[in-house]
């Protein structure tokens, strides 16, 4: 007894259930990233205000042209880093459609870098780069810092008494890839759970104190991303020696209306 087909007309109405379900998804999972990184920011914003404060007050206080050309020059620059770090949690908070487009990755990786920076200061995570290159790729560029916001938390949550963390951007022309790579020196993931890293729901630790993380949806979303970007996810682990996750993404020529390059940053913290 064969079953009855399905109208074509309730097929298309579930496959747009799903594709807004995985778009809601998405944005939970990048609100929730948000979340992760709001007591860090907030005390980076308290050490803004500190520093504009103090600045305001010591320009008050000398009437001298050098010491309130000083004063100005740090309150401008605070400001700056103030705004720049807003510009940059309202853009991947809202997310940019689903539109893609030529993108330098380093420019992009960068971007990530200012949400992230004091984050990992915090947790004494010495964070340093490797830009060799300013490889293209055509991507949605909110999509891709998801993925990299991700992995970033889990590399720090993977080390809760500080270590190293290496960001990468290589580019391979023989294969037509770029790659991402997010090295930690934390505790590594057994052989018999780095089989299961991408599935759905599978996780190898609990949430945080904030709740944050343990739902086991991030690396599995991390993975449709990159996939869907015809690109590949790639980790490798040691326990007791740490975790490499690796993002490769079809290069693309760079154009004159691609984003980026900007000048490469060689270390933070």
């Given at each position: 007894m064969t079953e009855p087909l399905i109208p074509q007309t309730e097929v298309e109405a579930l496959r747009q259930e799903v594709a807004a379900l995985r778009h809601k998804l998405l944005q939970s999972q990048r609100l929730s990233t948000v979340g992760a990184l709001a007591s860090s920011v907030t005390h980076e914003f308290n050490n803004i205000l500190t520093t504009v404060i103090n600045y305001a007050k010591m320009g008050l206080r000398h009437?001298?042209?050098?010491?309130?050309?000083?004063?100005?020059?740090?309150?401008?620059?605070?400001?700056?880093?103030?705004?720049?770090i807003t510009t940059g949690m309202l853009s991947y908070a809202r997310g940019r459609g689903d539109r893609r487009e030529p993108y330098d990755l380093v420019t992009l990786v960068q971007e990530v870098l200012v949400l992230v920076e004091k984050d990992l200061q915090m947790h004494r995570a010495r964070l340093e780069t490797n830009f060799s290159e300013h490889p293209q790729a055509e991507i949605n560029a909110g999509q891709i810092q998801q993925v990299l916001l991700n992995l970033i938390i889990n590399a720090?949550?993977?080390?809760?008494?500080?270590?190293?963390m290496l960001i990468s951007v290589t580019s391979?022309?023989?294969?037509?890839?770029?790659?991402?790579?997010?090295?930690?020196?934390?505790?590594?993931?057994?052989?018999?759970?780095?089989?299961?890293?991408?599935?759905?729901?599978?996780?190898?630790?609990?949430?945080?104190?904030?709740?944050?993380?343990?739902?086991?949806?991030?690396?599995?979303?991390?993975?449709?991303?990159?996939?869907?970007?015809?690109?590949?996810?790639?980790?490798?682990?040691?326990?007791?020696?740490?975790?490499?996750?690796?993002?490769?993404?079809?290069?693309?020529?760079?154009?004159?209306?691609?984003?980026?390059?900007?000048?490469?940053?060689?270390?933070?913290?």
């Open positions: 009437k001298d042209a050098n010491s309130r050309d000083k004063s100005f020059d740090k309150i401008l620059a605070a400001g700056q880093r103030a705004a720049k720090r949550q993977a080390m809760p008494n500080g270590g190293r391979n022309r023989e294969s037509g890839f770029a790659e991402i790579g997010v090295r930690d020196s934390g505790c590594g993931i057994a052989p018999e759970q780095l089989k299961k890293i991408f599935d759905p729901f599978f996780s190898t630790k609990q949430a945080d104190e904030n709740g944050q993380g343990g739902s086991g949806l991030g690396l599995s979303l991390c993975r449709e991303v990159i996939e869907a970007h015809h690109g590949r996810i790639r980790v490798e682990s040691t326990v007791g020696v740490g975790t490499q996750f690796t993002l490769k993404l079809p290069l693309v020529a760079a154009t004159a209306g691609s984003i980026g390059p900007t000048k490469p940053m060689q270390k933070v913290g």
